[in-house]
C-alpha cells in the first residue's frame, strides 16, 4: 500500500517550485569546483502512531519536528510536532478537513495551511504557538493562503492567491497584515524569511521570471539567473540572517525539470552549482546562516537530497532503505545543517512513506 497525501492544500492552489527569466544585476558569477564527500550523518527514521504515512516539512534548531501525516482511522490528514527526544504531539486546527504546516520557529510555534470545513478548494492560514492556542488568518480576499516562512518574533511571510492572481504578505505577530506585490508583477511568491523580516522569492512580470529580496523597511532588490536571455529562476527556498538566498534556476524556459542550483550573497555575487547525474526535479529547501545549502535532486531512479558546505564540498545522501518513487525527499533544514524530509520505505503494508531527521556531524 501506497500512503497518500490526496486530501492535502488543494491542487488548483499549488505553486510548483518554479518560475523565472533574465538579464542581469549582480556583481560576478562562479562556478565552483567541488568535491564529493562521504555522508557522515546520522538519522533518525519515524512515523506517527496509526499513521499510513507520515511527512516532516519543518525543523527549527531545536531539533524539533513539524510536518503532517494520514490517520489510518479517519484518513484525515493531520497534523504533529514530533519533540527533541522523540515524543510525538498530533492536533488539528479546529473545524479543519486537513492541517499541513509548513514552516515553524524556536519558539515551537508552527505555522501552515488548512484546509476549509464548507469549501473543498478555499484554505487558510493558520499558527499553532508552543501552548497549544490556534490563531487562524487570511489576507484579504485571499481564496488560499500558504506560508513561507515563521521568525522567532512570531512574524509570518507567505503568498495567497486571489480570483486574478498570486500576491505576498507579511503577517505581524499582533495580527497587522501587509500585502506586497514585486514591482509590476502578476504573480509574487515568497520562498522565505530571516529572522530580521527580510523575504525572499520569485515573481512573474510582462517580461518573464526573476528572484526578489523584500527588505524588512519593505525595499526591493530583484536580480535575475545568469546565462540571458533565456535562463529562469525556478526557486528561491530560503533567506540567512546575512541575507544570502538558495534556490535553483534553468537554462531555459520550461526547463525548470533540470534546474542548476544557485546561492545568492547579500552583496550579489552569484555561485552556481550542479548536482552530478541530476535529470530532472532538483531543488532548494533552505540555506543556514554559514551559508549551508541543503536540498534535493533526481536520477532516472528516484529522489535523493545534497548538502553543499560553504566550502563547496558536496554531500550527497540517502536514507537507509529507500525506495522510488520519492526515495529521500528533503524537506527543511536548520541552522546546523539538520535536515528533515520523508522517506519511501519498503515494509508489510508495501511502501510506506515515513519522516526522517538526518543530524549533521
Not at 286 to 291: S, V
Amino acid at each position: 500500500m501506497t500512503s497518500s497525501f490526496s486530501d492535502t492544500a488543494p491542487a488548483r492552489w499549488r505553486i510548483a517550485a518554479l518560475v523565472v527569466v533574465v538579464p542581469l544585476f549582480f556583481l560576478s558569477v562562479s562556478g565552483y569546483a567541488q568535491s564529493i564527500v562521504q555522508d557522515s550523518a546520522d538519522y533518525v527514521v519515524f512515523d506517527v502512531p496509526n499513521a499510513v504515512g507520515t511527512q516532516a516539512s519543518a525543523i527549527n534548531n531545536h531539533r524539533e519536528v513539524a510536518g503532517y501525516f494520514v490517520d489510518a482511522t479517519s484518513n484525515k490528514t493531520r497534523a504533529f510536532l514530533r519533540e527533541r527526544k522523540g515524543t510525538i504531539i498530533t492536533f488539528d486546527v479546529p473545524n479543519s478537513s486537513y492541517t499541513t504546516p509548513s514552516r515553524m520557529n524556536d519558539r515551537g510555534d508552527i505555522a501552515g495551511t488548512f484546509g476549509d470545513p464548507v469549501q473543498n478548494n478555499i484554505c487558510h492560514g493558520f499558527v499553532r504557538h508552543r501552548e497549544g492556542d490556534f490563531v487562524v488568518f487570511d489576507p484579504p480576499n485571499s481564496l488560499c493562503t500558504s506560508v513561507s516562512g515563521i521568525n522567532d518574533d512570531g512574524v509570518i511571510a507567505g503568498y495567497f492567491f486571489t480570483p486574478n492572481r498570486v500576491r505576498g504578505y507579511v503577517r505581524q505577530a499582533d495580527g497587522t497584515m501587509t500585502v506586497f506585490d514585486a514591482p509590476n508583477s502578476n504573480t509574487t511568491v515568497p520562498g522565505g524569511m530571516n529572522e530580521r523580516g527580510d523575504v525572499a522569492g520569485i515573481f512573474v512580470d510582462q517580461v518573464g521570471e526573476h528572484g526578489f529580496v523584500r527588505s524588512v523597511a519593505g525595499d526591493f532588490v530583484i536580480f535575475d539567473a545568469p546565462n540571458t536571455p533565456p535562463a529562469q529562476i525556478c526557486q528561491v527556498a530560503g533567506i540567512n540572517k546575512r541575507g544570502d538566498v538558495a534556490g535553483a534556476f534553468s537554462d531555459g524556459p520550461n526547463e525548470c525539470g533540470s534546474a542548476h542550483e544557485f546561492i545568492r550573497s547579500s552583496s550579489g555575487d552569484i555561485i552556481v552549482f550542479d548536482i552530478p547525474n541530476t535529470v530532472g526535479g532538483n531543488g532548494s529547501v533552505g540555506i543556514t546562516d554559514r551559508a549551508e545549502d541543503g536540498g534535493l535532486w533526481n536520477d532516472i531512479n528516484t529522489t535523493h537530497g545534497f548538502v553543499r558546505e560553504p566550502d563547496g564540498d558536496l554531500i550527497l545522501f540517502d536514507v537507509g532503505g529507500a525506495e522510488p518513487p520519492d526515495g529521500t525527499t528533503p524537506q527543511s533544514i536548520n541552522d546546523a545543517g539538520d535536515i528533515c524530509g520523508y522517506t519511501d520505505q519498503a515494509t508489510s503494508l508495501g511502501i510506506t512513506r515515513r519522516a526522517f531527521i538526518r543530524i549533521a556531524q
